[in-house]
């Protein structure tokens, strides 16, 4: 069975950087996409980014594109998400989640991904 579990979230002032990291395990194969998703208060959840564990390929949100950036270990075990130059907007709870497939990842609503990780908070100080 397939178990995520992100942490690294925290406060930090405009401007500046954090890395979150997604744990995954139960994985069978490497035809899994993980994808970072984040839910700010009062807004629907919006994906952020993905990487396809079989070649590495990446996805962005345009609107994040330059800022965000995401990698994983050399053993596909942990999914990190390296945000800079953050802003209050990003202020949100960010998941991670895994999907079964053999096609390049992709975010959008996250209806395609079957499993979830518990979220971490990031805050984003004026």
């Known amino acids: 069975e397939v178990q995520l579990v992100e942490s690294g979230g925290g406060l930090v002032q405009a401007g500046g950087s954090l890395t979150l990291a997604c744990a995954a395990s139960g994985f069978t194969s490497d035809d899994y996409n993980i994808g970072w998703f984040r839910r700010a208060p009062g807004k629907e959840r919006e994906g952020v980014s993905c990487?396809?564990?079989?070649?590495?390929?990446?996805y962005y949100a345009d609107s994040l594109k330059g800022r965000f950036t995401i990698f994983s270990n050399a053993a596909k075990t942990t999914v990190y998400l390296q945000m800079n130059s953050l802003k209050p907007e990003d202020t949100a709870v960010y998941y991670c989640?895994?999907?079964?497939?053999?096609?390049?990842?992709?975010?959008?609503?996250?209806?395609?991904?079957?499993?979830w990780g518990q979220g971490t908070q990031v805050t984003v100080s004026s």
């Open positions: 990487i396809t564990l079989s070649d590495g390929s990446t």
């Open positions: 989640a895994a999907e079964m497939s053999t096609f390049w990842c992709h975010v959008g609503s996250g209806l395609r991904y079957d499993y």
